[in-house]
């Protein structure tokens, strides 16, 4: 018997991968490889304790709300300690944003080249029923110089300044996905071993799909693009899924194909997700794999942050679903710039004094 088959190889750790991609750029120093390696860590903390939530009292909510205005669960504020913790301890972060604080957080590490911007638990609202949750970050080289505390220029870059983004899902099973401007790779972490392995090589996401992800709930606001789109996908027979948590209805339509869509609404007139934490490091992600981002007429990464908590209007995943979509939008604008103008308003005629 082959020997081999007695003890099959268990695959390639994140750890190990990230060392073997660092080989790929000759000038890398390590620093980047080292501020991954945080960020895992922390993510297999918040993954012990979000397997243990129902069991222990850190379920439920806060009772504060977060800069945003929302309702923060004891695991949202548990996550952002442990994902800025494991960032400071790290070294390699001089600033970070996060949705759950309202100002910038400098760490101390003032030498530090990067920045990370992170919703350290996104779809929080579901912890309580089981649904899955997930953690979303960007990583940014800093413009100005190191030795000091790092600043708005450092943190409000464009997505395509991105050196790094990624997502950790919570979910069946804990994965880790994430992007260095080389394709996307996914890793399925392994509780036994407390490792991340190796799942899924070189993520491509279907050019296009028949999954479409948005909140109907809302659609009395939606514009007359978007209303169209929704219902092209009717009458293509699409299948509605939308969970409710970004990062869940994400990586679904990455592996199947689909489009998720937050729109500008009545309640969230610029949409509800923010640009820098969630919108740009999955637009990163899903362009690597071959996707598309907008905010239905311009490139998500190419939108010039003005605020950190900044919000915007939100089309993301196959390319041909995202490039639909825009054009039901543009057909709509289009439609508005020829309008014709309303009649003016007759004067009354005033009578001779
Ligand atoms: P709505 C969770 O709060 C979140 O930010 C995303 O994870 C999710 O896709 C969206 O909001 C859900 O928002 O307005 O449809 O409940």
Redesign the pocket.
């Given at each position: 018997m082959d020997h081999n088959k007695l003890a099959l190889p268990v695959g390639t750790t994140l750890d190990r991968f990230i060392m073997r991609k660092q080989e790929d750029f000759p000038y890398a120093t390590g620093e980047l490889s080292q501020l991954l390696r945080d960020i895992a860590l922390a993510a297999k903390i918040v993954n012990r304790e979000i397997n243990r939530s129902g069991l222990i009292d850190i379920a439920g909510a806060y009772g504060s709300q977060n800069v945003q205005g929302?309702d923060q669960q004891k695991l949202d504020v548990i996550a952002n300690i442990r994902f800025i913790r494991a960032l400071r301890n790290g070294g390699e972060v001089c600033t970070i944003i996060s949705e759950e604080d309202d100002e910038m957080i400098q760490t101390g590490n003032n030498q530090g080249k990067y920045v990370v911007a992170i919703d350290p638990l996104?779809?929080s609202?579901n912890i309580d029923v089981n649904v899955s949750i997930g953690t979303i970050f960007s990583i940014y080289r800093r413009v100005s110089p190191t030795g000091r505390e790092g600043t708005a220029a450092d943190c409000l870059q464009p997505g395509t300044h991105q050196v790094a983004a990624g997502y950790v899902i919570y979910g069946s099973s804990t994965m880790l996905v994430y992007t260095t401007g080389n394709g996307v790779n996914g890793f399925t972490y392994e509780h036994s071993l407390g490792e991340f392995f190796l799942s899924h090589p070189d993520i491509i996401t279907p050019k296009t799909g028949s999954i479409y992800s948005i909140?109907e709930?809302?659609s009395d606001s939606f514009s007359p693009g978007v209303a169209a789109f929704v219902q092209h996908c009717k009458d293509q027979q699409f299948s509605a899924r939308?969970i409710?948590?970004?990062?869940a209805?994400f990586h679904r339509n990455l592996l199947k194909g689909g489009i998720y869509v937050?729109p500008a609404t009545a309640k969230?007139k610029s949409g509800?997700?923010r640009l820098m934490y969630?919108c740009n490091p999955l637009a990163f992600i899903v362009e690597q794999a071959g996707g598309k981002s907008s905010n239905g007429t311009r490139r998500t990464m190419e939108i010039e942050p003005k605020i950190p908590h900044e919000r915007c209007p939100f089309f993301i995943g196959s390319k041909e679903l995202v490039e639909k979509a825009e054009s039901f939008i543009a057909k709509d604008t289009e439609a508005c710039d020829h309008k014709p103008a309303p009649e003016p308003t007759p004067k009354k005629a005033v009578a001779a004094k």
């Open positions: 929302e996104d779809g609202s909140n709930g809302s939308y409710g948590s970004l990062v209805d937050y969230n509800k997700l969630e």
